[in-house]
C-alpha cells in the first residue's frame, strides 16, 4: 500500500533532491528497546497495534543479550517502549541493569498503567532509579483524548499525572523528568511544538494542578491502526500529501534513525520504531539481530527508508526523540 502511494512521489525522491539519499547513521546515542506489544489500552492510532491480546513479550534472554551489547558500547540513553513496557516482567530488571551500567533511561509511559493493582510501586521504582518519563497524553481535553485511547483513559491519565507530580516527577529542581507527547486525534499534522506545549502548560495547571517539564509533538504514522483509520475514512491519499508537501529537508537531516538504534522483542535490530512494525529490519550489510552486534558497523550503517518515512519529515519533524507508546 505505502510502496504504490499515488498522490505523492518515492520517498527517495525528495530525499535525493535535499542530498540524503542513500541516509547514513551519524552514531548511536539512543539504544531503543521494544520489550513487546502487550498493552492494557487499545488506542486507535496506535503504531505498535499493541493491546492486552498481543502474546508478543521479550524474553530474559533477549533482555541479557541487550544489556550485553549496550555494554559493549558508551551510548548514553536507553529507551524502553512497547506496548506497555511496564508489563513485561524483564522490565525492572532491564532498568536497574541499565542504571548500573550509568545509562540514562528513558520509559515510554501510557500513564493508565500506573494505576493497574499489579503496577501499585511503579512510580516509586520510577523515581528511585532516576527514569525519565515520556507519557503519551493527545490532548488536555477528555473527549479528544477518549476518542484516540478509549473511554476514561483521559481522567485514569490526570490521576497518574498528579501522582507523578506527588512524587516529585515535572516539578522544578526534583531532578525527575516528566515530559508529554501529543499526537493529532484526526488526518492532519500537529501545531508547532511551542503553541502547543503552551496550551497544555496552561489547561492542566488550571484545571488538575498538573505540572510537566516538557511536551514534545509527534506526527502520525500512517502504518498499523492509524493507516487502517486513514483507509477506512477514506484519508489515505489526501494524507500522504499533506505529509510530503511538508516535507522539510532540515527535519529529514536529523531523524531520529540516524542517532538511534531500535531492538525488537525478539532481539531483531531496526533503524526505529516505526520500520520494526513494518517489518523492515537493518539492512545494506549491517547486522541483523542482537547475537551479532557490532557497534562499529551500526554506528554508520545505511538507514532503510520507505514512503512511510514522510510523516518523520514533515514540517519540523516529529521530535519526541522516538517513537512513542
Known amino acids: ?29 539512543v539504544f531503543q528497546i521494544n520489550v513487546g506489544k502487550l498493552c492494557n489500552q487499545t488506542c486507535r492510532h496506535c503504531h505498535v497495534d499493541a493491546g492486552p491480546d498481543r502474546k508478543e513479550t521479550m524474553s530474559r534472554e533477549t533482555a541479557g543479550l541487550c544489556v550485553a551489547a549496550l555494554a559493549k558500547t558508551d551510548i ?3 529507551d524502553i517502549t512497547g506496548g506497555a513496557p511496564e508489563l513485561n516482567p524483564n522490565f525492572r530488571w532491564l532498568v536497574e541493569q541499565a542504571a548500573q551500567l550509568k545509562r540514562h533511561v528513558i520509559d ?29 497524553l493527545p490532548s488536555f481535553r477528555a473527549s479528544q483524548t477518549d476518542a484516540q485511547r478509549g473511554g476514561g483513559v483521559f481522567d485514569k491519565s490526570i490521576e497518574a499525572l498528579q501522582a507523578l507530580n506527588r512524587l516529585g516527577y515535572g516539578r522544578e529542581g526534583s531532578g525527575l523528568t516528566l515530559n508529554l507527547v501529543h499526537n493529532p486525534v484526526g488526518a492532519f499534522l500537529p501545531p508547532t511544538q511551542e503553541a502547543i506545549e503552551g ?3 496552561r489547561e492542566l495547571q488550571r484545571a488538575h494542578g498538573v505540572t510537566f517539564n516538557h511536551l514534545y509533538t509527534i506526527t502520525n504514522m500512517p502504518i498499523s491502526r492509524f493507516l487502517e483509520f486513514l483507509l477506512d475514512s477514506g484519508n489515505y491519499e489526501g494524507y500522504m500529501e499533506r505529509l510530503a508537501n511538508a516535507f522539510n529537508p532540515a527535519a529529514a537531516a536529523g531523524v531520529m534513525c540516524r542517532y538511534t538504534l531500535s531492538v ?8 526505529c520504531d516505526f520500520n520494526q512494525m513494518l517489518d523492515l529490519p537493518i539492512d545494506h550489510g549491517a547486522p541483523r539481530h542482537l547475537r551479532d552486534f557490532d557497534p562499529a558497523m551500526l554506528h554508520r550503517r545505511r538507514i532503510v527508508i520507505g514512503n512511510h518515512s514522510y510523516g518523520c519529515t514533515a514540517g519540523v519533524g516529529s521530535s519526541c526523540g522516538g517513537a512513542v507508546t
Open 1 to 29: 500500500m505505502l510502496a504504490h502511494t499515488q498522490s505523492c512521489p518515492p520517498f527517495q525522491t525528495p530525499m535525493r533532491q535535499a542530498g540524503l539519499d542513500p541516509l547514513h547513521a551519524t552514531g548511536i546515542t
Open 264 to 271: 525488537g522483542w525478539d532481539g531483531t535490530l531496526y533503524d
Open 108 to 136: 515510554r509511559c501510557n500513564l493508565s498503567v500506573l494505576l493497574l493493582p499489579s503496577q501499585a510501586d511503579l512510580g516509586e521504582f520510577l523515581a528511585r532509579h532516576r527514569v525519565e518519563i515520556i507519557a503519551s
Open 199 to 201: 496550551q497544555f502548560r
Open 76 to 78: 548514553p540513553t536507553v
